[in-house]
């Protein structure tokens, strides 16, 4: 049996080869191009989450940052971006189409003990805002809605009046800020902190104030469980 180069199906099957191959080198040198963008960008809000920092894996797919000395509150904390898989055609056409999956930074962080009480600040146009509504919903959190400048609605749900109402500053924040984030969520199980967002070229500016303001909440978010704890006592 001989294949000739002149037979159509065959002509067809070289240059498929051809483009999968070549879309797998372009779409590697672009992931690993966004990574190092990335990591320039998260740089600058490096000293709101600690002082000192490795990269335990980075590769086009991504990067991971541990924090070796997180800041107060946190004991342990963590950065992963995950890009999308650009390198292999079919399967970016798949999820960036009909999957809507998009290139995410995701902050975890831990406390010394957990808080009594949840908090979450969500984006419902995005899938992992639906979980975390449908989990807010299951824990009984009253969930209220923040309309910003531009018509975006995120919602916000807490156990307690006073977490409400930081949620409430949370969300308008993001919203006046226009920024990319889609999901903060304070838990009573570990991870008790995750806060998720989108890359965009606007992260650089936001990057420093949403660490800073995402920990300052979480020390709010404890203060809730003190002031639990003492009351109980004095009773």
């Known amino acids: 049996m001989t294949i000739s180069l002149k037979d159509p199906t065959t002509t067809l099957i070289i240059g498929l080869f051809v483009v999968l191959l070549g879309w ?18 998260i740089e600058v809000g490096v000293p709101e989450m600690g002082t000192q920092f490795q990269l335990p894996w980075r590769s086009s797919a991504g ?9 107060a509150p946190y ?9 999308e ?34 908090l979450v600040v969500l984006d419902p146009t995005t899938a992992l805002g639906r979980l975390s509504l449908d989990h807010a919903r299951s ?11 531009r018509g975006r609605r995120l919602g916000y749900a807490a156990q307690s ?6 949620g409430e500053d949370l969300a308008r924040l993001i919203l006046q800020q226009d920024w990319p984030v889609w999901v903060v969520s304070y838990q009573t199980h ?15 500016e936001m990057i420093s104030p949403l660490f800073r303001r995402v920990r300052r909440v979480a020390q709010e ?7 639990g704890t003492a009351g109980s006592k004095n009773r």
């Open 24 to 41: 797998y080198w372009f779409g590697t040198m672009l992931n690993r191009r966004r990574v190092m963008r990335i990591l320039r960008v």
């Open 63 to 71: 990067v991971q940052i541990n924090f070796l000395e997180p800041v």
């Open 75 to 83: 004991t342990k904390a963590n950065i992963v971006v995950s890009l």
């Open 85 to 118: 898989a650009r390198d292999i055609l079919p399967v970016w056409l798949f999820d960036h189409f009909f999957k809507g999956k998009r290139d995410q930074v995701v902050l975890r962080a831990e406390f010394a003990r957990p808080p009594v009480s949840e």
């Open 139 to 149: 824990q009984g959190g009253l969930i209220e809605q923040a309309t910003g400048p």
């Open 161 to 166: 009046k006073a977490l409400q109402k930081q």
């Open 190 to 204: 570990s991870p008790h902190l995750i806060v998720v967002w989108g890359v965009s070229e606007t992260n650089r």
């Open 221 to 227: 978010v404890l203060k809730e469980g003190q002031q």
